[in-house]
């Protein structure tokens, strides 16, 4: 059961930001990062990140707070905090990842909860524009879930994306899952026959569809491959495709459609130098693969996120390449045919990096994920505006 945080244990998290443009931490002494925000009425977001409670006082009890437990802040058009909640279910690990703004002004986040009784489960749950909790579900199996990505379904429903656990002892499956309107679970599908691997990414389509990116690893030597497929409203595959990834491990993390009728998949892979590239992947709407790319400098460079832009699609990451004196937070532009379009570094002398991207209606992106060079902690939760290059971007 989730619990809404309260009394002695609170930790107030403080914002620090530019006058001029969209450019706000958020933190204590602790650790926090953010993984998702969303644009609100009159410019406003909310942004779903976790903080790590001090160990000394965080397993009180299996109900009490501790480990890594989530947070929802929702700020105006300036970043000024207009509420802070925190959300958690027991002593350990406790993340929303992901989650979709509702007709009603509320919102639907998804991730993990770890029980000591239950083990890790599906978290789905639902607030109001206030934070307050209207409703949570852990929708699953018996054995360990973990949701990445959600979509609302024309039914009120919503399907999420992730994985199962030693459902055949073999690892890790590919996982959809179904709930209702207050995610209760309908069906539950995993694609075992693909290999073990993860559902990373969803978006949905027309007539009910929805297109899947991930990673599986199949045969004999185990290599990790980006995957992309085409399920119907019932979580049946009409077409699975695998591609070639490169020379290691290959990793599909997330997916937009840029405008041309195709699909473009974003994540990070080996190179054969041993460090990491930017990949990015294309295939049409009936599954053809039309291309495969990699981006990146002589040390590690990586893709969490992406969405459309006016020329293609905009990435989000983090870099370790020049010029970054650390890791830096990486946002790039590649054109559908391939074509690296711009490649934005933004940091301090500490680390940085980006876990979500999301386009704003009025223009520009919103961008969220951790610093360490600002703030008032380790690492604290970035959340910034930029414009159609990747520049900070004025009110």
Not at 172 to 189: A, F, M, Q, Y
Request: charged content about 20%; overall charge negative; aromatic content about 10%.
């Amino acid at each position: 059961m989730m619990r809404v945080f309260s009394g002695s244990f609170v930790i107030l998290l403080l914002a620090h930001g530019s006058a001029l443009a969209l450019d706000v931490t958020f933190g204590s002494e602790l650790q926090e990062q953010g993984f998702v925000s969303f644009p609100t009425d009159n410019g406003g977001f909310l942004t779903c990140g976790m903080f790590v409670l001090d160990v000394s006082r965080s397993i009180v009890s299996s109900e009490g707070p501790g480990g890594l437990d989530c947070m929802l802040i929702r700020c105006d058009s300036k970043g000024n905090v207009l509420w802070e909640k925190e959300y958690y279910s027991g002593p350990w690990l406790d993340l929303a990842v992901a989650g979709v703004p509702c007709d009603d002004e509320g919102f639907v986040l998804a991730g993990v909860t770890t029980t000591m009784d239950e083990g890790q489960n599906n978290w789905l749950f639902k607030v109001d524009p206030q934070g307050e909790l209207v409703w949570e579900n852990n929708p699953g199996t018996d054995y360990d879930d973990w949701t990445y990505d959600l979509a609302a379904t024309d039914d009120g429903g919503y399907l999420l994306a992730g994985y199962v656990d030693s459902l055949s002892g073999s690892g890790p499956v590919p996982c959809l899952l179904k709930t209702d309107g207050s995610g209760n679970e309908i069906w539950n599908r995993q694609y075992s026959d693909y290999g073990s691997g993860m559902a990373e990414a969803i978006v949905g389509v027309e007539n009910g569809e929805f297109l899947v990116s991930g990673y599986t690893e199949s045969g004999e030597k185990g290599i990790a491959v980006p995957f992309l497929m085409r399920t119907d409203e019932n979580g049946d595959v009409i077409w699975f495709e695998s591609f070639g990834g490169m020379a290691g491990h290959c990793y599909s993390l997330d997916l937009s459609l840029p405008g041309d009728g195709s699909i473009m998949m974003t994540g990070y892979g080996e190179t054969e130098e041993g460090d990491y590239d930017v990949w990015v992947g294309k295939a049409s709407a009936e599954g053809d693969i039309l291309g495969e790319w990699t981006f990146g400098g002589s040390r590690d460079d990586m893709a969490f996120s992406t969405c459309p832009c006016p020329r293609g699609i905009v990435i989000a990451g983090s870099t370790d390449s020049a010029p970054a004196e650390r890791t830096d937070l990486l946002l790039m532009a590649v054109s559908p045919s391939g074509d690296e379009l711009w490649w934005v570094n933004h940091g301090g002398p500490g680390n940085e990096g980006a876990e979500h991207i999301e386009w704003i209606p009025s223009g520009g992106f919103l961008v969220s994920g951790y610093t360490s060079s600002m703030g008032e902690g380790e690492t604290d939760i970035w959340v910034l505006k930029v414009d159609c290059e990747g520049q900070p971007m004025g009110d």
